[in-house]
Every structure is written in structure tokens, then in C-alpha cells.
Antibody, heavy 116, light 111 residues
Framework: QMRLQESGPGLMKPSETLSLTCTVSGASIRSFYWSWVRQPPGKGLEYIAYVYYTGSPNYNPSLKSRVTISEDTSKNQFSLKLSSVTVADTAVYYC??????????WGRGTLVTVSS | QSALTQPASVSGSPGQSITISCTGTSSDVGGYNYVSWYQQHPGKVPKLMIYGVTNRPSGISDRFSGSKSGNTASLTISGLQPEDEADYYCSSYTSGTTLVIFGGGTKLTVL
């Protein structure tokens, strides 16, 4: 059974760089598309980015200048970096498998709070 | 790209049927058969209910069905049950640079 588990810092200060990692078990990350989706408290879902190991990553244009998604096939993990965070980046961050074009397997999510 | 448009809320009584709409453009909903629907209970992880406009993943009740007409997709829930009370989100592939967009979400209340 495929499982995804996010790990992240929890609490951050404005202007810092957010680093999140998603560990995949039960499947090889070489075989599928992998993505990040976030949800600010009380608000809707927002697509951030996806990666496929043989192709170019794709980014939401609204975040593209600050976001990098990457894979580590040796650890069966993929990661997200979001630079220059602000309070508006406070959200639950989910990693998910993207079975083009639906998100069919989700991690439990990790809450990232940006506060001074 | 703008988010897909969903009603903020819908409601129904147990046993009834309700429909949630998801309106986009010819660049997303209307142009491709890649509309998905997600159910999210408070504090829980989104769950895929419909993919490819009409397809249900394994284990999803056949009370949930999807359809599309033009630039508007719809999720219909028949035989409403109390446990169906949740937020529902649509998403679609888009020919724009973002490739995937979500709707703003619809809160379903089972009266």
C-alpha cells in the first residue's frame, strides 16, 4: 500500500526558506508524478508544483519565482523549497501522487506557520 | 489562471440528491476530460471521489457520480447521508502554464 509522509519545520519566520520532504513508501518515485498542494487555514486547495523524474518540473505561476521541487531517487523522496516566506504562506502542505491529472494518494499534511 | 467556480454552499436532506457545479473555460473543464472531485471532512485529508469527469476510484460509493456539459462539470450525490457533510473541491487539467487548477470549494450541509 502506497503511503506518503511529509516532514517540515512547523514554525518559521518571515523571509526564511521553507524546506519540506515527502517520503514515499510502497512505490518507486521513478514511476509516477509527484506533487505538492497547500491549504491555508479555512481556505481552499492550491496546487504548487509537480515533478516527474524524466521530465521538467511544473510550477504554479503564482509561486514559480520562489519554488523549487526536486526528487531524491536514492531515498525515494521528493522535496519542496519555498523561499522568502510570508504570513500568507501559512498553510497545511500536502504531498500527493499526481495520476495525471488527479491527486489520488495524499500524505497526512504538515502545518507550516509563518510568524514573526 | 483563475480558480474554477463552485457555489460556496449547498444543502440537502438525508435521502435527497444534490448537485455541485464547477465552472471553468474551454481551456480547462470544457477542453479536456480531466475533471476530478475531492471530499474533505474538517481536519482531514482530501479524498479523491471522481476522476476523468465520470470515473470512481475503487471503494467510492456509486452514490457519487460526475458529469460535464460544456465548460461546467457537476458532482451529484444521491441518497444523501449525514457522513456526506463535507467540503467538496473540483480540479481540472488546464492548457495554461499551471496545468492543474482547483475550484474554490463547496460546503455541503446535510440538514
Amino acid at each position: 500500500q502506497m503511503r506518503l509522509q511529509e516532514s517540515g519545520p512547523g514554525l518559521m519566520k518571515p523571509s526564511e526558506t521553507l524546506s519540506l520532504t515527502c517520503t514515499v513508501s510502497g512505490a518507486s518515485i521513478r514511476s509516477f508524478y509527484w506533487s505538492w498542494v497547500r491549504q491555508p487555514p479555512g481556505k481552499g486547495l492550491e496546487y504548487i508544483a509537480y515533478v516527474y523524474y524524466t521530465g521538467s518540473p511544473n510550477y504554479n505561476p503564482s509561486l514559480k519565482s520562489r519554488v523549487t521541487i526536486s526528487e531524491d531517487t536514492s531515498k525515494n523522496q521528493f522535496s519542496l523549497k519555498l523561499s522568502s516566506v510570508t504570513v500568507a504562506d501559512t498553510a497545511v502542505y500536502y504531498c500527493a501522487r499526481l495520476a495525471p491529472w488527479s491527486f489520488d494518494v495524499w500524505g497526512r499534511g504538515t502545518l507550516v506557520t509563518v510568524s514573526s | 489562471q483563475s480558480a474554477l467556480t463552485q457555489p460556496a454552499s449547498v444543502s440537502g436532506s438525508p435521502g435527497q440528491s444534490i448537485t455541485i457545479s464547477c465552472t471553468g473555460t474551454s481551456s480547462d473543464v470544457g477542453g479536456y476530460n480531466y475533471v476530478s472531485w475531492y471530499q474533505q471532512h474538517p481536519g482531514k485529508v482530501p479524498k479523491l471521489m471522481i476522476y476523468g469527469v465520470t470515473n470512481r476510484p475503487s471503494g467510492i460509493s456509486d452514490r457519487f457520480s460526475g458529469s460535464k456539459s460544456g465548460n461546467t462539470a457537476s458532482l451529484t450525490i444521491s441518497g444523501l447521508q449525514p457522513e456526506d457533510e463535507a467540503d467538496y473541491y473540483c480540479s481540472s487539467y488546464t492548457s495554461g502554464t499551471t496545468l492543474v487548477i482547483f475550484g474554490g470549494g463547496t460546503k455541503l450541509t446535510v440538514l
